[in-house]
């Protein structure tokens, strides 16, 4: 015991400054990744949303019937000349644009032809006469030559990995130009500098991770000279009076208390209140040992106990999905992560079409049965959202982490999903589940009561859909 005080004693003071540095250094890292993606995170955002925004205004103001004309003409025309330099106009009010240009894009190819193309500087005395590569076409590579099909079918596209001949990183936005008959003519696209973004990025970086490392140098001094005052000098006071520990006999042994407990070491902290749980632990040790476990198994029990009133009382009874009152305890959560910065989160609405007739007509057995494998494929297809039995024949699910990016494919699934059991006659009548449903995500200043509101409206106008398909019974 002695020998391992001594070591004790001489190593603490190294190990806390080592552990201490330690912890700030994994503190600082950790603070600096999540800072890090969050900032590229709300960068990348801002940019897409600014991307939005410009094609929309250049998209606005082209002329879909014009586009062969264009692509053959160009310059020789004067609204063209015009449209150009209006574009010209809009990529100055957005310096941080790298490129603009309009294409059509063939996914045959797949090719994209240059119909507009922003890449030199504007003059106010441009060409009268077509010029050459107004109507040149590529052939599509990289990133976009896997979304060219999406993109030629009138469907937005951003890429965030795009990278050109002269090894630039960039971002690039996506906007189809339909005609009033909402057939595709081409696409508005944006270019925004990735290395641009990363440069800002990592300057910031510098700059926090230089905060951080003056403020976490100053705390680390002090909490070093606490450290030395508070847990050091008292060790190094027990550590010599365990020392002069004698053993031999019972009243050697309540000497050693006596002799503790005459150095008066302070219980104002952790050290303190080590000391004093040592020396009553000599004086009672074997009773307390022999309560111990028996103190340890009764605390265990009830707190598995306490644990499984608790999940039952979130728990709906009839579908073991979360009820009511688990969604109610969790709406000020998640609004309060929302308040938090938290954007990627949605809601589906989901209602049991023809509960009333499967209860009514087979039995409220036969219900129970339907509304639980209704809820099953629910479960099954959102596995890593909490889903919510909010009512009789309602349920909610909310959205995050993997679920929430990629729900358009799980909410595409599960309607696929109801309409192929729906339709399918083999089956009992209680067993062919339906629901209707409806998503909405998060926007600007939203409560999860807002989103909420969108996507029972959704879901209400997918359910008065399934009820003029089919009737309101089968």
């Known amino acids: 015991m002695k020998n391992i005080l001594k070591q004790f004693r001489k190593s603490l003071s190294y190990q806390i400054s080592i552990l201490s540095i330690l912890s700030y250094l994994v503190i600082a890292i950790v603070i600096g990744v999540v800072v890090y993606t969050r900032f590229e995170s709300r960068m990348i955002n801002d940019y897409t949303r600014m991307a939005e925004g410009l094609t929309t205004l250049m998209a606005d103001a082209y002329d879909t019937a014009r586009t062969d004309e264009f692509i053959e003409k160009n310059f020789q025309l004067q609204e063209y000349r015009d449209l150009v330099k209006y574009y010209h106009t809009l990529k100055d009010n957005y310096p941080d644009v790298y490129y603009m240009y309009i294409y059509r894009f063939d996914s045959d190819e797949p090719l994209a032809t240059v119909v507009i193309d922003l890449d030199e500087e504007y003059s106010d005395t441009p060409p009268q006469e077509s010029v050459d590569w107004i109507g040149e076409t590529y052939e599509v590579d990289g990133p976009f030559a896997s979304e060219v099909t999406k993109i030629s079918q009138g469907k937005e596209a951003v890429f965030h990995t795009v990278h050109t001949q002269d090894n630039e990183y960039l971002l690039s936005y996506v906007r189809p130009i339909t005609d009033a008959d909402g057939n595709y003519s081409c696409s508005a696209c944006v270019d925004f500098s990735m290395d641009y973004l990363h440069k800002q990025d990592i300057n910031f970086m510098i700059q926090l991770m230089g905060i951080l490392l003056v403020i976490m140098i100053v705390i680390l001094y002090f ?158 297809i959102f596995k890593h959202s909490p889903v919510f039995r909010t009512g009789g024949d309602e349920f909610l699910i909310i959205l995050q982490g993997q679920d929430y990016d990629d729900r358009n494919e799980l909410l595409e699934e599960a309607k696929n999903s109801f309409i192929k059991s729906f339709n399918d006659e083999s089956l009992d009548p209680w067993k062919r589940y339906s629901a209707s449903l409806g998503m909405d995500i998060y926007k600007s200043e939203d409560t999860i009561g807002d989103i909420v509101k969108r996507a029972d409206k959704k879901m209400y106008d997918n359910k008065m859909n399934f009820k003029k398909q089919y009737g309101s019974y089968r």
């Open 223 to 380: 909490n070093l000279q606490r450290i030395s005052k508070q847990i050091t000098s008292p060790l190094d006071l027990i550590s010599s009076c365990i020392d002069s520990f004698v053993y031999e006999t019972e009243t050697d042994r309540f000497n050693n208390i006596h002799r503790l407990e005459e150095l008066n070491i302070s219980a104002d902290n952790e050290i303190g209140l080590l000391f004093n749980s040592f020396v009553a632990n000599m004086k009672e040790s074997l009773y307390y040992m022999s309560n111990y476990n028996k103190a340890k198994d009764e605390i265990v029990d009830k707190e598995k106990e306490i644990e499984e009133i608790s999940q039952m009382t979130y728990v709906d009874g009839l579908t073991h999905a979360k009820n009511k009152a688990a969604y109610l305890k969790a709406v000020p959560e998640l609004d309060a992560e929302i308040r938090a910065g938290l954007t990627e989160v949605g809601v589906i609405m989901a209602d049991v079409n023809n509960l009333k007739y499967v209860n009514d007509t087979f039995g409220h057995d036969a219900g129970d049965e339907y509304l639980n494998g209704s809820c099953k494929v629910l479960c099954n």
